[in-house]
């Protein structure tokens, strides 16, 4: 009658220890694997998947195990019951008991792993989610509202913008210049052309570089003449004129300003401004 219960213990051993094993490969293939790799949804999916149906596998063993510890238990108490032929079998079902504790407390131990993989696993791929999800949103169009015009713009389009606006307010003229200089080589049909363009002719103006403030006024007026910022362009464009001592190109360029923009505010200082000429 021994011989059954040694031998169910010895294969439930010999089970979770190859479930163990298992286990215990299959996060180190996680672990060793390429984040790239171990975070691909699907990927992800399976492995939790697994690492759950042996954490349920291994929840049935310890259940197993229990309930052969309380048959063991409950033989042991018959045979201490018995007779002294009886109490010959005792030690032996001692020893049975030993090991099936320690073999139930070394599976509990495995399954605590497990459910710490698990929450490892999905936590990691909530992790690679989120940051898939944010290198999503920094290339997504961006809604901008400038010059009363709305428009889409790539987040390095924006950021290009800024960084050069930033340098013109630090009085960085020059650098200013450059900056509007690359946004609009490298985003030729940008919505922030207009404005990069007048922007580049004030910081060209206060530079004193006044011919190369010229033709960025001069570029905003024949690509986008209807734009809100094309009469000041147009009245800069006199200033230059005026720094470059050309009062008779300053003259027609303020006349040609009150005939294409009568109503604007840049037209009424060329009025005031041709009037003094007089």
């Not at 293939?29 to 042996?54: K, Y």
Request: net charge positive; proline share 4%.
């Amino acid at each position: 009658m021994r011989t059954p219960a040694r031998s169910r213990p010895s294969q439930a051993r010999a089970g979770w220890r190859v479930g163990a094993v298992a286990a215990a490969a299959l996060w180190a293939g996680l672990a060793a694997g390429p984040a790239h790799a171990l975070f691909a949804d699907d990927e992800a999916r399976r492995a939790i998947l697994d690492l759950r149906a042996r954490l349920d596998a291994q929840r049935q063993a310890v259940e197993a195990q229990r309930q052969a510890l309380e048959t063991a238990e409950q033989r042991l108490q018959e045979l201490l019951a018995g007779g002294e032929a009886a109490r010959r079998g005792v030690l032996d079902v001692a020893n049975q008991l030993e090991a099936l504790r320690r073999e139930l407390a070394e599976l509990r131990g495995q399954q605590e792993r497990l459910a710490r993989d698990v929450a490892e696993v999905q936590r990691q791929q909530r992790d690679a989610l989120a940051a898939f999800d944010e290198r999503l949103r920094a290339l997504e169009p961006l809604k901008v509202t400038l010059d009363g015009a709305e428009f889409s713009a790539r987040p390095e389009e924006k950021a290009a913008f800024e960084a050069a606006m930033a340098a013109l307010r630090a009085s960085d003229f020059t650098r200013a210049a450059q900056l509007y200089g690359e946004l609009l080589a490298r985003h030729p049909g940008s919505g922030y052309t207009p404005a990069a363009l007048y922007w580049q002719g004030n910081a060209h103006y206060a530079a004193r570089n006044y011919r190369a403030a010229i033709d960025s006024y001069q570029r905003l007026l024949d690509q986008h003449p209807r734009h809100v910022r094309a009469p000041e362009a147009m009245l800069a464009i006199a200033s230059c004129q005026v720094e470059l001592k050309d009062v008779k190109a300053a003259r027609a360029t303020w006349q040609a300003l009150v005939q294409r923009y009568p109503d604007s505010e840049a037209a009424a200082a060329a009025r005031e401004r041709l009037a003094r000429l007089r």
